[in-house]
């Protein structure tokens, strides 16, 4: 969408001061004759944009341009301050930064608008610990995060899933991931991308050397092909079960000593559809049977049937 675009425009001029046209123009993957008429279009609307001739020129805005804050929507701003609620900050150590930005921005705000995020952050609250525990301990995370953001290559100590070998991996970085409430990194090692769970490092230090980051990687789409890959390759069983909502952490966190990867989880009205590779079916009837009929069981048909015979089981045991 066009206002979409003219955003991204502002926002890319903001961040690199000036730009030229056939560079705005490669950024936003449009020509440069729509790069003009855009740079026309902000400044009839009121934004400063001016242009510099000559070899070095290009567009810019106004150093002491600012965005005007009140032209955020209700639902805008909403979606802003109830993100600094988000414990994925908090495990960063970004939380008391973000409160501060926004406690910042928010003096700016209409009045209509203070009250709405007032009232969101009264009646609206996330905690990734559900009822009983809190998340899962990440001791290395914070040195995770330090090798990603400055570009240095990381060592640490790491124990896979049970079926293979501990051992120490050194690797390049490429980012962090948060995949259905659990920490992994995106690094190569030995050239190959790999994903690693970050509660399964023991000890973790940022070495000397540059991380060899390629300067085109697209996080995103390295992930979604590393997840389709699994998907393919993984030796694990993949089971789908249906769990209220409410119930979700909990199942998840009793869920995770059995898994072989990632899970996906779907919403389904009040409740989430998970699917996920887990290592095996002996240790996953159990965990669920647990669960008695709170959970629902979806596929494999072989793991109905086991749940079947440990319920048959039972029953002749205790009549």
Not at 81 to 96: H, K, N, S, W
Not at 186 to 211: D, E, F, N
Request: overall charge positive; hydrophobic content about 40%.
């Amino acid at each position: 969408m066009r206002a979409d675009r003219l955003l991204t425009l502002v926002a890319l001029l903001r961040r690199h001061g000036k730009l030229s046209a056939g560079e705005l123009a490669r950024r936003l993957e449009v020509d440069r004759r729509t790069v003009l008429r855009d740079v026309e279009a902000l400044s009839t609307a009121g934004f400063p944009v001016y242009a510099e001739r000559g070899r070095n020129g290009g567009f810019a805005l106004l150093p002491e341009f600012r965005p005007d804050v009140g032209g955020l929507t209700a639902d805008e701003t909403r979606a802003l301050f109830l993100a600094g609620g988000q414990p994925v900050l908090d495990r960063l150590g970004l939380a008391e930064p973000l409160a501060s930005a926004l406690t910042k921005l928010s003096m700016d705000l209409p009045e209509n608008q203070r009250s709405a995020v007032e009232r969101a952050g009264s009646r609206i609250l996330v905690d990734a610990g559900g009822w009983t525990t809190g998340p899962e301990p990440l001791p290395c995370l914070e040195i995770v995060h330090q090798a990603v953001f400055t570009d240095r290559r990381l060592r640490f100590d790491y124990l896979p899933r049970p079926g293979r070998r501990p051992g120490a991996r050194t690797v390049d970085p490429y980012g962090l991931l948060q995949a259905a409430g659990t920490w992994y990194l995106i690094a190569a090692h030995r050239g190959r991308p790999r994903t690693y769970r970050i509660s399964r490092m023991t000890a973790a230090t940022v070495l000397s050397q540059p991380s060899r980051r390629p300067d085109d990687l697209d996080l995103a789409a390295l992930w979604e092909r590393l997840r389709s890959e699994y998907a393919e390759a993984s030796p694990g069983i993949v089971i789908k079960i249906r769990v209220p909502a409410r119930f979700l952490d909990l199942v998840r966190r009793n869920l995770a000593v059995q898994l072989a990867g990632p899970p996906v989880i779907t919403p389904e009205g009040d409740s989430v559809i998970i699917e996920a590779p887990v290592t095996g079916l002996r240790g996953t009837t159990g965990m669920l049977a647990g669960f008695g009929s709170m959970i629902e069981v979806l596929q494999p048909p072989e793991l109905i049937d086991s749940l079947l015979d440990v319920a048959d089981q039972l029953k002749e045991m205790y009549g």
